[in-house]
């Protein structure tokens, strides 16, 4: 897929949108509010095209079985489902325009994932700044050990 990432990222993405849709990725089935999330975003590739929390909510709990809709908490609980768990690259825009969408391009990436960069930073600075750097350095190596089994696996 990387390969062809790189070759054509649109239609990439898209054959990862339909092949987790139809039940080809994934460890488990998609959850019916991660499925009608996905349904939305497939529309909104690319983050000039991000659609906000409340609208991404409305529409998805309209394509949904969900009468009653679909809660802001619902909504990033079925992105983080999408991105962990599924590897679909749904990246989130706090510029304008803000709102959620399937990442692209590098730049869309990079959008994507400096928010949680800075905010990890931020949380680092501050549990040093409360235990100490050897809290945080053996936090940092127990990161990178997690990190090398999501890779392995």
Known sequence: MQDQLQLDPRAALEQRVLDVLEGKHGAYPLPEEARAILRVLRFHAGWERAIPLCELAERAAAASVHAAGITDREVKQAVKTLTEDFGVPVGASRQTPNGYFLCVTR??????????????KSLFRRARAIAGNDVVEAALGQLRLELGKDDAA
């Open 107 to 120: 730049e869309d990436l990079e959008i994507a994932v400096r928010p949680y960069i800075l905010e990890g």
